[in-house]
């Protein structure tokens, strides 16, 4: 079992930046992917970012793609989420997950555990 506990959520002016961590209690993450997903109000959770833990591969959405930037710290099992040039529509809760394969996936059905979730909001 994993538990994943995301923090640095809170309100930001559009052209902002915020930097999300997602702190795992996982032994080791080597054989995990870990993602980043975000739900806003009447809308369907999406993919943001991933990042397969081992080889630090990494994708995104084509949305987030130059703005945001995942990365993990292996020494303390976190992963974060360094998000810039916010613009309003990333509003949103955002969720960071973990999948027991080292390869990353899109569909959040393909991820076993997910954290509480953090508060974005992103002001005009």
């Known amino acids: 079992q994993v538990q994943l506990v995301e923090s640095g959520g809170g309100l930001v002016q559009a052209g902002g930046s915020l930097r999300l961590s997602c702190a795992a209690s996982?032994?080791?993450?080597?054989?995990?992917?870990m993602g980043w997903f975000r739900q806003a109000p009447g809308k369907e959770r999406e993919f943001v970012a991933a990042i397969s833990w081992s080889s630090g591969n990494t994708d995104y959405a084509d949305s987030v793609k130059v703005r945001f930037t995942i990365s993990r710290d292996s020494s303390k099992n976190t992963a974060y989420l360094q998000m810039n040039s916010l613009k309003p529509e990333d509003t949103a809760v955002y969720y960071c997950a973990a999948r027991p394969y080292w390869n990353i996936r899109y569909n959040r059905l393909q991820y076993n555990y997910w954290g509480q979730g953090t508060q974005v909001t992103v002001s005009s």
């Open positions: 996982a032994r080791t993450l080597s054989d995990y992917a």
